[in-house]
């Protein structure tokens, strides 16, 4: 039987909002849970913008850039082709996207100068999924300072210049192929993989990644507001970007940090790491969808059952773990396909076997199937991590599962 949740926990997630908003965490945030049978909360606090109208209130439908938590996204797009007999998780990825036939494996990734070596075996589309293909996000002294993201995912590195040949030049950085941190298959490092799944879905496809998506994910799943395009409309109902001064004081985000480029009429390449902009309330359907798929109970599901437990699968070397649990600051961490894995109950909050993941502006999800519960979180912080985002991303967590009931008892992921 799905869990309910006690109304005493809906007061409780409000008052935390409330609170977080009104002790200056966050301008505005925004929180929903869902079980397979529906909707358990879904609450907002605040507003869009740093000195917006009460109007402008956060809301169900307000959109927020979901910027990592897009990965999960094109990872289903990817396994869909593979369901559909267009690629395999053993297909070379040189042989669908030629600028990685031959990468290269450097001796130290976070040397000031390469030395490099051919790498000796292909990146394989299963290695994309579980970011174990070498492909890797440079360290903070190669970006244009510690608290922005990557020059590839920067607007202005492209100098106009927007197409998937520029992005490639940028992650050469200087090198005559592309740089991996190991032989792929032998260790995992967070970087590039998912934007090479949204190329490989744009070329065995012939279309963008956003037409993908609609069509096969967002329609589907009822997701309307999700798009890599920022358009008017969307834009309108976009959360500002907030930046936190080292004293603590929340400022407009404008010009602290470089961002992808937003303007639709501009973006040539469609980054699959991170270009998703999406209300939260669509997100979690898309969670919601995933659980009751796999248990098989989803109508007209998206991927088979058999497809989502691969989402959920370690599939990570086990010497090669403690780079999730470094990375993602939680331990005892695994991966599966698009998704990070805990491998143990986590106290109070997700059970072992739980998927998730999270945003570089500032959001959040997960997905427990042991429990039977997902949920989402979001504000726009930034430099990140923000501690006081994720410290009240554990709140809410923590009052969720405080209050989940079922047949008139503590919820089975609240033992």
């Known amino acids: 039987m799905p869990p309910a949740l006690a109304p005493a926990a809906r007061a409780a997630l409000d008052d935390i909002l409330n609170d977080a908003v009104a002790s200056g965490v966050a301008p505005g945030t925004f929180f929903a849970a869902t079980s397979t049978a529906g909707t358990l909360y879904a609450g907002g606090a605040g507003v869009r913008a740093l000195g917006a109208p009460a109007t402008a209130a956060v809301d169900a439908e307000s959109v927020f850039w979901i910027c990592s938590m897009t990965k999960l996204v094109v990872s289903v797009a990817l396994i869909q082709l593979i369901e559909r007999g267009r690629t395999t998780y053993d297909t070379p990825v040189g042989d669908i996207v030629p600028e990685l036939a031959h990468p290269v494996v450097v001796a130290d990734p976070l040397a000031l100068e390469y030395t490099y070596a051919p790498a000796k075996s292909p990146i394989l589309v299963r290695h994309l999924l579980n970011h174990t293909s070498g492909l890797h996000y ?124 937003q303007d639709p009429a501009k973006v040539g390449i469609m980054l699959g790491g991170i270009g998703i902009y999406a209300s939260l309330t669509d997100y979690l359907a898309l969670l919601r969808h995933l659980l009751l798929a796999k248990d098989a109970l989803a109508s007209a599901p998206i991927l088979s059952a058999d497809s989502v437990a691969g989402l959920f699968a370690p599939s990570v070397p086990a010497g090669a773990t403690a780079p999730i649990s470094e990375f993602s600051g939680m331990p005892d961490c695994q991966y599966g396909h698009g998704l990070c894995l805990a491998t143990a109950d986590w106290p109070g909050r997700r059970r072992k076997g739980s998927g998730f993941w999270l945003g570089w502006a500032g959001t959040h999800f997960f997905m427990d199937p042991a429990t039977g519960v997902a949920a989402v979180f979001g504000t726009q912080i930034l430099p990140f991590p923000d501690a006081g985002v994720i410290a009240l991303w554990e709140r809410l967590e923590r009052a969720l599962y405080a209050g989940l009931t079922a047949e008139g008892g503590p919820a089975e992921g609240c033992l």
């Open 138 to 261: 440079y360290p903070p002294h190669r970006n244009a300072s510690p608290e922005d993201l990557s020059p590839a995912y920067n607007a202005g590195a492209y100098g106009g210049d927007h197409s998937v040949a520029k992005y490639f030049e940028l992650i050469r950085n200087g090198l005559p192929e592309v740089p991996l941190a190991f032989e792929p298959g032998t260790g995992w490092a967070y970087g590039w993989s998912s934007e090479i799944v949204a190329l490989l879905v744009e070329r065995l496809t012939g279309t963008t990644i956003d037409a993908y998506c609609k069509e096969h994910i967002f329609g589907p799943v009822g997701m309307p507001s999700a798009t890599f395009l920022l358009d008017p409309a969307t834009k309108a109902r976009l959360v500002a970007l907030s930046f936190r001064r080292p004293d603590g004081v929340l400022e407009p985000g404008t010009g602290h940090v470089q961002t992808i480029e």
